[in-house]
């Protein structure tokens, strides 16, 4: 028998209420496992945290200057 398998014969044996709280464990353990395994390298990462800067910036002050750019004086 498999694991799944026998997860299944034990969670069908339980009421309701914790055969519900045993499907929201597993649905966070999948949503764990799929966001440990999509890393972005440190340039995409903080190019999506920050938003989308036009060009190649690659030194602080051209960051902060685009950056700053953005806001009336």
Do not use: H
Not at 8 to 14: D, G, I, N, P
Not at 26 to 33: A, D, F, G, R, V
Not at 61 to 71: F, G, V
């Amino acid at each position: 028998m498999t694991i799944a398998e026998q997860i299944y014969t034990l969670v069908k044996t339980l009421p309701e209420a914790q055969a519900r709280e045993i499907l929201t464990f597993l649905e966070s353990l999948c949503e764990q496992n799929q966001s440990d395994s999509s890393f972005l390298p440190w340039p995409k990462l903080v190019k999506s945290l920050a938003g989308d800067w036009s060009g190649d910036l690659t030194n602080l002050d051209e960051i902060r200057t685009n950056l700053w750019a953005r806001y009336p004086a």
